[in-house]
């Protein structure tokens, strides 16, 4: 049973433009979140995370946004460049427990 | 350089002949853990390691062995790989389990015919 779910496999965006990636969970035990980004043969990165205390983290062009009711996070990247094309991960974890990965969204920024 | 080093990055081997897939770690990390990553299926968690000589099950450990005697090494067995474990394996570490970020290998690509 998926506790992590990112319902879309893959995006295109035009360069310049916002990309937003999404994740839902079931988990309502889960009070941390991270976004890891992996590009090809190579391992998954820590991109950016936040805490259930929190609705919305910003790391320069990365914005992650938790909607807790909803059990839905999201990514956004503004402005989005090449160098973003790659597959997002999105994590989950309950205090203390392992993380739990959704599937993936290849995201692809159109020059 | 902070990193998890797996080897090797690619293996192709045949039904039965147990190998070993070796994770390590320079960062002092307690929590290390192993991944398998399929189509359609994300990363799921084989085996993980609280810290030395204490290692449990993930989700998939079925055909899976770990052992962690040192703090930086935790390798993955396969003592008899079938070719449902023909995958793309990953190593992570991180400083404890819990609210942090893990660290990944490069991954391993396993091709068991």
């Known amino acids: 049973d998926q506790q992590v779910k990112q319902n879309s496999p893959s995006l295109s965006v035009q360069e310049g433009r916002i990309s937003i990636l999404n994740c839902d969970y079931t988990n309502s035990m889960f009070d941390y979140f991270l976004w890891y980004k992996k590009y090809p043969a190579e391992g998954p990165t820590f991109l950016i995370s936040i805490s259930s205390i929190k609705d919305k983290n910003e790391d320069g062009r990365f914005t992650v946004f938790l909607n807790k009711s909803a059990k839905h996070l999201s990514l956004h990247i503004v402005p989005s460049q090449p160098g973003d094309s790659a597959v997002y991960f999105c994590?989950?974890?309950?205090?203390?427990?392992?993380?739990?990965f959704g599937t993936g969204t290849s995201l692809t920024v159109i020059p | 350089e902070a990193q998890v080093t797996q080897n090797p990055r690619y293996l192709i081997t045949v039904t039965g002949k147990k190998l070993t897939v070796t994770c390590s770690q320079n960062m002092n990390h307690e929590y290390m853990s192993w991944y398998r990553q399929d189509p359609g299926l994300g990363l799921r968690q084989i085996y993980y390691?609280?810290?030395?000589?204490?290692?449990d099950k993930g989700d998939v450990p079925e055909g899976y062995k770990v052992s962690r005697k040192e703090k930086r090494n935790f390798p993955l067995i396969l003592e008899s790989p079938s070719p449902n474990q023909t995958s793309l394996y990953f190593c992570a570490s991180s400083l404890y389990l819990g609210n942090t970020e893990a660290f990944f290998g490069q991954g391993t690509r396993l091709t068991v015919v």
């Open positions: 390691s609280m810290n030395v000589e204490v290692t």
């Open positions: 994590a989950a974890s309950a205090t203390g427990n392992q993380f739990y």
